[in-house]
């Protein structure tokens, strides 16, 4: 299996136009670099490849990555998207997907909703592209060789969704991870959760490969610095610190399983290469992704 992080930054992207915190500025001024909004690109053959989420920065993504060059007069290496939430950083690439070329879209009936309800999407002609509908723990096949398994991981509607009062840990088909699976390999991907219950902690036990949701440090990064007020159960997601966090939830996985953070918020202090949380996350195991970061498994 090959896979690219075409972004491994949260909703913002790094630098985030409208924030001069410290890990924006530095990523402004080139000391650290600059990040795009997460997704992932993945591929059984090298020739067919999958995008996981489609980006606001996708336009950028592509033109980044050799492999998803057109092969010809309007041709696309890529086969399908696949969705794991109906949040802005994750759907908003789809746009740049129009100009008539076919490829499926693959998200749960409820996303799949959501898109429906926004006409902006049509653009999307829909004689090319097929919107696929995927069940919850039903394996499908995106692109030859590679199975995907969508699994409902607790989580948060999309903000523009939000009500009066959103269910913080909602668990249905809003919010989901992705195993993917070729005959080498298993990967799973998990940029958006909120909670790291056992259930879900022995699920992902079972991938070579994790790429998850590093979108704090810990539950106040916006409040502490001053960014914000969303504390990090607000937007639903987890923090790394904490008895709860990621990195002691996740300390269970075996050793085989390789751990990255993703979908890394721009105020989130890992993101300084010299700093004390990126040496203790170093410690714990887990590798922080950048963009056109590759792996083969
Ligand atoms: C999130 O991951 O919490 C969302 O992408 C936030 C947003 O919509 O900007
Ligand atoms: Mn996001
Ligand atoms: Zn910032």
């Not at 723990?137 to 991981?153: K, M, N, Q």
Request: aromatic share 4%.
């Amino acid at each position: 299996m090959h896979l690219r992080v075409l972004g491994a930054a949260a909703g913002g992207g790094l630098p985030q136009w409208n924030c001069g915190c410290r890990n924006c500025a530095d990523s402004r001024a080139g000391r650290i670099p600059s990040m795009t909004q997460s997704s992932l690109a993945v591929s059984a053959d090298g020739a067919a490849w999958v995008l996981l989420n489609a980006s606001p920065d996708l336009r950028m993504q592509l033109l980044g990555a050799p492999s998803l060059r057109p092969r010809g007069l309007r041709d696309t290496p890529v086969a399908a998207v696949v969705l794991t939430n109906a949040d802005v950083d994750h759907i908003a690439g789809l746009l740049t997907l129009r100009e008539k070329t076919a490829f499926d879209l693959h998200a749960t009936p409820e996303v799949l909703a959501t898109l429906a309800a926004n006409a902006v999407f049509d653009v999307l002609d829909a004689g090319l592209v097929r919107r696929c509908p995927m069940a919850l723990d039903t394996p499908f096949e995106p692109a030859p060789g590679l199975r995907i398994t969508p699994f409902a991981v607790p989580g948060k509607v999309a903000l523009y969704l939000e009500g009066a009062r959103p269910d913080l840990g909602e668990i249905g088909e809003r919010t989901v991870g992705l195993m993917i699976e070729d005959a080498a390999a298993r990967l799973a991907y998990v940029p958006g959760c909120a909670a790291l219950p056992d259930w879900l902690v022995e699920r992902l036990g079972g991938a070579d490969l994790l790429f998850f949701d590093g979108t704090v440090w810990e539950d106040d990064d916006m409040p502490r610095t001053g960014t914000g007020d969303r504390t990090g159960a607000r937007m639903g997601h987890v923090p790394m610190q904490g008895p709860a966090g990621s990195l002691a939830r996740l300390a269970a996985l075996p050793a085989r399983t390789r751990k990255v953070y993703i979908h890394i918020n721009n105020t989130n202090p890992v993101l300084q290469p010299a700093g004390p949380e990126r040496a203790l996350l170093a410690r714990a195991g887990w590798e922080v992704a950048h963009d056109g970061m590759e792996v083969t498994l």
